[in-house]
């Protein structure tokens, strides 16, 4: 298999309901819990998260998910989604994959499937696939929280419904509005802390009835009847938000919430997985000789080599802060390799 890049985003029509926009991600209830026990605030820090981003196509090189623009544009519309909380993405690079099966048949669902393609997980980084289809799907996360998910090329920024930033807010902790899994939420919001997404500034969401008679909508309207656990059903869903499914049914998606800001801000701040994908503000890195492998390093502000640091051979390097210094005892030659030092993309 020879690496490269792709972006995997397809959702079909709600009304039809042949397919979903996103997978039913795996819920890591000890990731939860602890993320939960540390309460996190809205904006209270800057964080500086490595992202990855890999390009499938067929055996043969056809059929590639996406551009290496489109790739572009999916990572500006993160930098924009997650801006609000003071998070900044910093990328990382792309490559791509040739791989017919990956391209066209992963299957979300099945363990052998999805560890074939976390074998291509760039270390320290979130890793965001892009697919010619998922069956079924217009994206995963495989699990909440995650340092990798899928989307499908129907998916991409342009058909405006945000999929990849909605895939990596499942990576980041967050839950679909409508999830039913902890429990039904009430219209009064009583049980936020615990049903529902667990989080209370999102309404309580009736799209978990979707295909139930008592669902009913026109357009970016539900006018249907299901009742919440009090009998209610003066629904008024979140349809702007960017962790539900109203985008299909005509709604415009367009932002999170303070609350999932502080879920996402908990979860970087327990998760195993997450925090390796955090920029720390300063950054000594050195002495290292390297000639093969990957090596992703980043900065909030400045990044300085120290020492003898070598990179050639088939390395793959990005170096990336507001300012990279490389000082005595730095050298880059790689050979089949690459070698990228750049400034962060970051608006602080």
């Known amino acids: 298999m020879k690496i490269k890049l792709l972006i995997l985003l397809t959702c079909c029509g709600y009304t039809a309901f042949a397919q979903k926009p996103c997978g039913n991600p795996r819920i890591d209830r000890e990731a939860m819990a602890r993320a939960e026990a540390t309460p996190g605030t809205a904006r209270a820090v800057n964080n500086m998260i490595r992202v990855y981003f890999h390009i499938?196509?067929?055996?043969?090189?056809?059929?590639?998910?996406?551009?290496?623009?489109?790739?572009?544009?999916?990572?500006?519309?993160?930098?924009?989604?997650?801006?609000?909380?003071?998070?900044?993405?910093?990328?990382?690079?792309?490559?791509?994959?040739?791989?017919?099966?990956?391209?066209?048949?992963?299957?979300?669902?099945?363990?052998?499937?999805?560890?074939?393609?976390?074998?291509?997980?760039?270390?320290?980084?979130?890793?965001?696939?892009?697919?010619?289809?998922?069956?079924?799907?217009?994206?995963?996360?495989?699990?909440?929280?995650?340092?990798?998910?899928?989307?499908?090329?129907?998916?991409?920024?342009?058909?405006?419904?945000?999929?990849?930033?909605?895939?990596v807010g499942h990576c980041l902790g967050l839950l679909h509005t409508f999830e039913t899994s902890q429990g039904l939420e009430n219209i009064n919001g009583s049980n936020c802390i615990t049903a529902g997404d667990r989080v209370c500034d999102t309404p309580a969401d009736p799209y978990s009835y979707l295909g139930q008679p008592c669902f009913s909508s026109n357009m970016c309207a539900y006018t249907g009847f299901c009742p919440d656990l009090n009998g209610a059903t003066n629904y008024t869903p979140p349809y702007n938000n960017i962790m539900n499914y109203w985008g299909n049914n005509g709604c415009t998606i367009t932002s999170f919430t303070s609350g999932q800001y502080s879920r996402i801000n908990s979860f970087l701040s327990s998760s195993n997985l997450l925090i390796p994908t955090l920029s720390p503000y300063n950054l000594d890195y050195g002495p290292v000789t390297m000639n093969a492998g990957s090596i992703m390093q980043s900065a909030a502000n400045v990044l300085n080599t120290t020492g003898v640091v070598q990179l050639a051979g088939s390395i793959r390097a990005s170096l990336q802060a507001r300012l990279v210094r490389a000082g005595p005892g730095f050298s880059a030659r790689p050979m089949s390799g690459k070698i990228v030092m750049k400034p962060a993309e970051c608006n602080w």
Not at 72 to 79: A, G, N, T, V
Not at 154 to 166: C, I
Request: glycine share 6%; net charge negative.
């Open 56 to 167: 499938l196509k067929n055996d043969n090189g056809s059929n590639p998910a996406a551009s290496l623009q489109e790739v572009q544009l999916e990572f500006q519309q993160l930098q924009t989604d997650f801006a609000p909380n003071n998070i900044c993405f910093a990328y990382m690079g792309v490559d791509s994959i040739n791989s017919t099966l990956l391209n066209n048949s992963l299957d979300s669902d099945n363990p052998t499937m999805v560890n074939i393609l976390a074998s291509f997980n760039v270390p320290n980084c979130i890793n965001i696939y892009y697919m010619w289809q998922l069956p079924g799907v217009g994206g995963s996360a495989f699990q909440i929280p995650s340092n990798f998910c899928a989307v499908a090329r129907g998916s991409l920024v342009a058909d405006g419904l945000r999929v990849v930033s909605h895939e």
